[in-house]
């Protein structure tokens, strides 16, 4: 390692030396100490949670309230869930009857109790899989043959994704809902067939490198646009941005009015322009950093409550 650095020392101008000492062995020995000793990286071992991220979360919720253990049929979406630490945290904190979506673009064996899809959320198709899920309770992460050689959704796109060609059955398949119970939430049934989601939460960025799993055609592109952070805070905050938008975009097409929505952000100079966005999707707004985000770090949280109705796509994102 030390030998790659220093000839890329010699060859390019110091400015981009300075993004390969991110690699160099002390900086991985800091990063490892910092793990170490850190309290919440501790904790999470011990109450079995995939990552320290699900304090994050924790400390959201006790403030924000966006889960509910008394409200039942509660339908929570995690974009960009793996390991698991947020759903794991849905989960607890959500009546046993919720049901709970990871997506991710990387393979991830879902915590239990959530369900998941491996898909990008840049995709329009992760939308529909999305309602298709809510729509119908498709059994995702079966054991059998099929699955293992096709992946989690493979039968299911076989045997109804070959009939949206047909509008009248795909408008069927979509506006089918069953046993939700309407009375737990202001929406009519309609509006619930539209927007099927209660709390859509997102902490996308930052994944670990894939290196099997790319058969699934779900994934369409697996790395292209995936936000690995650089070190580099105006890149990050780009790509952070790009991933928000996208989260807010899956908020304006999914999520029920009066819902809640969470997402990471890594601060920088469109930050107001994406709390605009916010502002026109939901009637609170608010900006949070929860202490197990560490202080050095360019991460924030945005948090919209109460979704207003008949939002206008077009509208936010053309400012
Ligand atoms: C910081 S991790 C999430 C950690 C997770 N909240 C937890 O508590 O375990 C960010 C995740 O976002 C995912 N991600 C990034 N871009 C994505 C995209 N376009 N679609 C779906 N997932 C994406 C990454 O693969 C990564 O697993």
Request: proline letters at 3%.
């Amino acid at each position: 390692m030390l030998l790659v650095y220093s000839r890329i020392r010699n060859n390019v101008p110091f400015s981009l030396c300075r993004i390969c000492i991110r690699y160099n062995s002390n900086s991985q020995n800091r990063w490892l100490n910092r793990q170490l000793g850190d309290p919440y990286t501790k904790e999470a071992k011990v109450q079995n949670l995939r990552s320290r991220a699900a304090f994050k979360l924790m400390q959201i919720d006790d403030k924000y309230r966006l889960f509910n253990k008394n409200k039942s049929n509660r339908r929570i979406l995690d974009l960009g869930y793996a390991p698991g630490a947020w759903s794991q945290v849905a989960q607890q904190r959500s009546s046993s009857n919720s049901m709970i979506l990871g997506v991710d673009i990387l393979p991830c064996e879902p915590p239990h109790g959530v369900n998941s899809i491996q898909a990008n959320i840049l995709a329009k198709r992760t939308h529909d899989l999305i309602r298709l899920f809510y729509s119908k309770h498709f059994q995702l992460n079966r054991r059998d043959e099929l699955h293992e050689n096709h992946g989690y959704f493979q039968n299911m796109l076989e045997e109804e994704l070959t009939h949206l060609k047909d509008t009248e059955l795909y408008r069927e398949i979509f506006t089918s809902d069953d046993n939700y119970d309407i009375s737990n939430t202001n929406s009519t049934l309609k509006e619930r067939e539209k927007f099927p989601v209660d709390v859509i939460i997102s902490d996308m960025y930052e994944p670990w490198p894939q290196t099997t799993g790319f058969w699934n055609n779900i994934t369409n592109q697996a790395y292209f646009r995936m936000a690995n952070t650089s070190g580099l805070s105006i890149r990050d905050h780009y790509q952070s941005i790009d991933l928000c938008d996208a989260a807010l975009v899956t908020a304006i097409d999914l999520l029920r009015p009066l819902g809640s929505f969470v997402c990471k952000l890594y601060t920088g100079e469109e930050e107001n322009l994406f709390k605009k966005r916010m502002e026109a999707v939901f009637n609170d707004v608010h900006k949070f950093k929860p202490d197990a985000s560490r202080n050095e770090s360019r991460e924030t949280y945005y948090i919209g409550l109460r979704k207003r109705r008949n939002i206008d796509k077009l509208k936010v994102f053309g400012n």
